[in-house]
C-alpha cells in the first residue's frame, strides 16, 4: 500500500506547474496595497495637502481609522503630518512626500503589469 501512495504523490507533483519566477504579488507594496492607505497616498497624489478632516469625508472613514492608517504612512515616511491650531480648533494637515509618490508609481506601474499579463498584452 506504501508504493501506491507513493507512486500517486509522486504523479500528483509531476503535474504541478512549475515556478520559474518570483510571483508578482509578492513584490506589492503591502504597505500601499491597502484600501484605505491606497486611498490616502492616491488623494495626496492629486492635492498639495489635506486636512484630517477633508481626508475622512472623502474617505467616509472614521477618525481611528484614518488617524491608524495615516500613522503607519508616516511612519514609512510616505507622507508628512504637520499639527496646528486654526484659533482654538486643532489643524491636522498631511502632504504626500517624495518616497511617497514614488512608491506609489512603483505600485501602480506595478497593478498596470498584473492587468496586462491577466489580458495578455
Same mark, same amino acid.
Given at each position: *500500500?506504501?508504493?501506491s501512495n507513493t507512486a500517486r504523490i509522486a504523479r500528483a507533483d509531476s503535474e504541478r506547474?512549475?515556478?520559474?519566477?518570483a510571483q508578482p504579488a509578492a513584490e506589492l507594496d503591502r504597505l500601499i496595497h491597502e484600501r484605505v492607505r491606497l486611498a490616502i497616498v492616491s488623494a495626496l497624489a492629486?492635492?498639495?495637502? *489635506?486636512t484630517f478632516n477633508e481626508l475622512k469625508t472623502l474617505l467616509k472613514t472614521t477618525d481611528g481609522n @484614518?488617524?491608524?492608517h495615516a500613522r503607519k504612512l508616516e511612519d514609512?515616511?510616505?507622507?508628512?503630518?504637520e499639527k496646528s491650531f486654526a484659533g482654538r480648533v486643532p489643524k491636522t494637515e498631511y502632504r504626500l512626500t517624495a518616497l511617497g509618490r514614488r512608491? @506609489?508609481?512603483?505600485? @501602480?506601474d506595478h497593478m498596470e503589469a498584473l492587468i496586462r499579463?491577466?489580458?495578455?498584452r
Open positions: *500500500m506504501a508504493k506547474p512549475v515556478k520559474t519566477k492629486v492635492r498639495d495637502s *489635506m @484614518l488617524s491608524v514609512a515616511d510616505y507622507v508628512t503630518c512608491a @506609489l508609481e512603483r505600485y @501602480l499579463a491577466t489580458r495578455g
